[in-house]
């Protein structure tokens, strides 16, 4: 699929990397012999062992040049680790929307904790952040291998999920009621940043308490992240959505189908979908304004493909096309995200005016499937990438590294520091050749009267 030129839209510019931390926090001396030893596991990797941040030719070569490489630590088990498995007890929480691979992350923790290390006491947070809060009264739940066997085969979270900050220091004094040595934290920028507080807290408190964070997030915007996990499944979900809306589109004269698909600032799944499939005529994402109006602007662009074919495509992320709305009330949700005008409802209102006022018939298909993509199991590539990062955010929160989160980065699994990773938003680079793919099988112009 499309989904593998992602990469282009990344670290572009060298300025960028002295913002860029990549020294990973550990609790202490690692001491205790990996029980992994024993399984005569042969995959050891070192604190040494590094994954270049840039693979390019041409910025290596420059770095070179400057006597610098910034890297990443790669990830995998250490021979040596810091916590006792017998005396370690973990703890996972999972938070903001629902994604396709959660359920898969939480099994690939509890199994690896269980099975390769003898972690015997793994509870999971219920309901996000909210589980740690005493006046919500929510139980935690125990999790082993016999509770999470068949999870991966649902989609969601067995564990339940939920938005808005919650105190910092109730949260690790939750932790330090419950005796928590690792807490795992699978969610977004706003979960990264709660995990960055909590770290904080700990750090002032003294304790020895490691927190991991697997990056979630089905828009695919997380920075230093190659491609994050349920994406792979909601682009293939997209498509399913997509040949509806091109079935129904030709199923009728003069009739748009319009698709509205999830990403509220950055717009990977809408183009890596109207990529994957050649039926799309229009993608319209954040990052890429357009006008409605004027010779150039979509509407009349699609009264021109009306006219020639008979039928139009349209697909849409929810973030674009905010301009439209920008003198709508400011209302924002529980995490604290500006609430978006319904762009999609927008369009198609707009659509049936326009073509009302020039005395043309035409028909609009509307579909938004968003609630139906996030909720699925993921897809056996997805499936299987959960489990790697599962297994990898359990090798460094034993090895006691902490403040950090895992990454698949140039085709290797590393540790990045939380503060790196919350630098910025991933967006999709129109200079990159991934969204020129997406232009070229669209065959869309600028959608802008500027010249």
């Avoid at 969610?187 to 909590?198: L, P, W, Y």
């Avoid at 503060?419 to 910025?424: E, F, G, H, N, T």
Wanted: glycine residues 8%.
């Amino acid at each position: 699929m499309a989904t593998q030129c992602l990469v282009s839209s990344f670290v572009d510019e060298i300025e960028e990397l002295e913002k860029i931390k990549t020294e990973i926090k550990t609790l202490g001396k690692c001491t205790v012999s990996s029980p992994l030893i024993r399984k005569d596991y042969s995959c050891f990797v070192e604190d040494s062992d590094k994954v270049l941040l840039l693979a390019s030719k041409r910025n290596i070569e420059q770095l070179v040049k400057e006597g610098h490489l910034p890297s990443f630590e790669l990830a995998g088990p250490r021979r040596n680790i810091y916590y006792d498995p017998s005396k370690t007890r973990c703890a996972i929480v999972t938070c903001g929307g629902l994604c396709p691979g959660i359920n898969d992350v939480i099994r690939a923790i509890v199994m690896t904790l269980f099975y390769g290390y003898g972690v015997k006491t793994v509870l999971g947070i219920r309901f996000g952040l909210r589980g740690f809060i005493p006046e919500y009264g929510l139980d935690v739940m125990d999790l082993n291998p016999n509770t999470v066997a068949r999870i991966h085969e649902y989609g969601g979270t067995v564990l339940g999920s939920s938005r808005g900050p919650q105190p910092v220091e109730e949260i690790v004094n939750a932790l330090e009621r419950m005796n928590i040595s690792i807490l795992f934290t699978i969610g977004g920028d706003g979960t990264f940043r709660a995990s960055k507080k909590i770290v904080e807290e700990i750090e002032k408190r003294n304790l020895k308490i490691a927190v991991v964070a697997v990056p979630k997030t089905i828009d695919n915007d997380i920075y230093l992240v190659t491609k994050t996990f349920g994406f792979d499944t909601a682009v293939e979900m997209a498509c399913q959505a997509i040949r509806c809306a091109h079935t129904e589109a030709i199923g009728a004269p003069n009739c748009i189908g319009l698709v509205k698909l999830m990403g509220r600032y950055s717009g990977f799944i809408a183009a890596a979908a109207s990529s994957a499939l050649r039926e799309v005529n229009y993608c319209l994402i954040p990052e890429s304004d357009f006008d409605l109006e004027g010779e150039k602007g979509l509407l009349r662009e699609v009264e021109k493909r009306l006219e020639k074919r008979s039928h139009a495509v349209i697909v849409v992320a929810e973030g674009a096309g905010q301009k439209f709305f920008k003198d709508q009330p400011k209302e924002k949700d529980l995490s604290g995200n500006i609430k978006l005008g319904d762009i999609g409802k927008f369009l198609k209102d707009k659509f049936l005016e326009y073509f009302s006022s020039k005395g043309k018939e035409v028909f609009i298909r509307y579909i938004d499937p968003s609630y139906i993509i996030r909720s699925v199991p993921a897809n056996v590539d997805d499936s299987l990438y959960c489990g790697n990062l599962g297994q990898n955010a359990v090798h460094a929160a034993m090895a006691g590294k902490t403040d950090m989160m895992v990454s698949l980065w140039n085709d290797r699994y590393v540790h990045i520091p939380l503060d790196s990773a919350i630098l910025k938003r991933k967006q999709v680079n129109l200079k990159s050749r991934f969204w020129m793919s997406v232009l070229e099988s669209t065959g869309q112009p600028s959608l802008k009267n500027e010249n």
